[in-house]
Structures are given as C-alpha cells and as structure tokens.
C-alpha cells in the first residue's frame, strides 16, 4: 500500500540520470506524426501533449516555437504539408496550430459534419 509513496519521495530525493532526461526530448525530435491526415490528426494532440509534459517534467523553457513548428510542418502529410509551408515565416505555434485546426476542419477530418437543422431547432 505504501510502496508508490516510497518510490515517490525517493524519485523525489534522487532526481533521474541524465539518459532519462535526455529521452523525452529525444521523443520529441523524433515524433512520428502518421501516415495520413486523419492520423496526424489524432498525433497532433500527443505531439502537444509530449511538449508540455516535457516542459513540466523537466524544468526547462519550452520547447522552442520553431522547432515545434518545423516538426509539425515536416510531419505532416501531403496537401497539408504543402499548406504549411506557405505560412509566414514569423508565425508562431500557435498561429500554425491554428492554421492547422482550420484546415482540418475544411477537410471534416474531425468528423463534424454540418447537420441540417431540424424542425425542432426551428422552433
């Protein structure tokens, strides 16, 4: 019953070695995206999700706008790698992620397809 309390002040106590703290980040630059869109899709939010548990795992500022970007763009699959490059240079993440979401959902990869309205949303 104790045990994950143990491990957990030891863990505390005695920080990882450097290999440990290296792997996540290795994770990072060696992010497989996917093959196709619907794919990557899903992906992107692990990818997100990596970064910022890097973030907080380790202490450190975040992983950088553009090597965010530059994974992102390179692990995207056709047309929308393409889209992504023509992005300006001086977009940050964020903007790409949005751009990205927009995309996407032109392209109705996250399955929300326009309903049309019934009688009783007339009402």
């Known amino acids: 019953g104790n045990g994950l309390e143990v491990w957990r002040r030891l863990a505390r106590r005695f920080p990882q070695s450097g290999t440990a703290q290296t792997s996540q980040p290795i994770h990072i630059l060696q992010f497989h995206f996917g093959d196709t869109v619907q794919r990557f ?51 940050s993440y964020v903007d790409l992620r949005a751009q990205i979401d927009d995309w996407l959902a032109s392209q109705d990869v996250w399955g929300q397809k326009a309903k049309p309205a019934s009688s009783s949303d007339k009402e």
């Open 41 to 91: 899709a899903e992906k992107l939010l692990d990818f997100d999700a990596l970064v910022k548990d890097c973030k907080d795992r380790h202490e450190m500022d975040e992983v950088s706008s553009e090597v965010c970007k530059a994974l992102v763009t390179a692990g995207a699959p056709e047309p929308l790698r393409t889209q992504l490059r023509l992005c300006p240079t001086k977009a």
